[in-house]
């Protein structure tokens, strides 16, 4: 099967550092999300992008968070600096033009 | 905005007994609907979908059906098992918000042996 790759399964980090999370879509897929869940909030949308081009990010704090996709194969978001209110899942999901979103199995961030 | 209700959690059944979650939506255009599960430590997996109105989703038992005039897609089960166990979010995905999905808070989900 076909699957959404996320890297890495977990991440602890201090305070301040910054943090990388990488995702890598089904091929051929166009659409990619990036979401985050809290207990708290649940499942928040941060940013999407078709043919790599952003289409919203405004679900994202701007200060802190950027997202890229420097090419169809990999996605990115980062955190500078990173604070300890970020510590949540944060998932990558893709989608062709036919629909069928994929999650992947989502980054465990930690910020201490 | 579009949005999705679903009933709180959690819910807490014994096995073999009948579930239903409820989930209201509200939309502009005409949305395809969804019910994701995710089991513990995973990510979120597509359960059943519905793409117009009276189409009814299925998938290992259960179901829900898409209903227009009542704005709902509750899902169902006649006989839930322990394996069952896990957190159900029911989504909506509508071209006019530009196909990005939209999630419930979602209801977890205990069965009991």
């Known amino acids: 099967d076909a699957r959404v790759t996320q890297t890495p399964r977990h991440k602890v980090t201090e305070m301040g550092q910054e943090v990388t999370m990488r995702c890598q879509p089904i091929l051929g897929h166009n659409t990619v999300f990036w979401y985050r869940q809290t207990m708290m909030q649940g499942l928040e949308l941060l940013a999407y992008?078709?043919?790599?081009?952003?289409?919203?990010d405004s679900g994202m704090p701007k200060d802190r968070f950027s997202a890229e996709m420097p090419d169809a194969t990999l996605a990115t978001l980062k955190i500078q600096p990173s604070e300890p209110r970020d510590s949540a899942v944060y998932f990558c999901?893709?989608?062709?033009?036919?629909?069928?979103?994929?999650f992947g199995s989502g980054t465990r961030l930690t910020v201490v | 905005g579009d949005s999705v209700t679903q009933m709180e959690g959690p819910v807490t059944l014994s096995e073999e007994a009948f579930l239903t979650i409820n989930c209201t939506y509200t939309?502009?255009?005409?949305?395809?609907l969804f019910w994701y599960v995710q089991y513990p430590g995973e990510g979120l997996q597509l359960l059943l979908k519905?793409?117009?109105?009276?189409d009814k989703g299925s998938n290992k038992g259960f179901e829900a059906t898409y209903r227009k005039e009542t704005t709902s897609f509750h899902l169902e089960k006649g006989s839930v098992q322990v394996s069952d166990s896990a957190v159900y979010f029911c989504?909506?995905?509508?071209?006019?918000?530009?196909?990005?999905?939209?999630f419930g808070k979602g209801t977890r989900l205990h069965i009991l042996p």
């Open positions: 939309a502009t255009g005409y949305p395809s």
């Open positions: 989504a909506l995905s509508d071209f006019a918000s530009g196909d990005k999905i939209i």
């Open positions: 519905a793409t117009k109105a009276d």
């Open positions: 992008f078709r043919n790599r081009a952003p289409l919203d």
């Open positions: 999901a893709s989608a062709s033009d036919r629909g069928g979103y994929t």
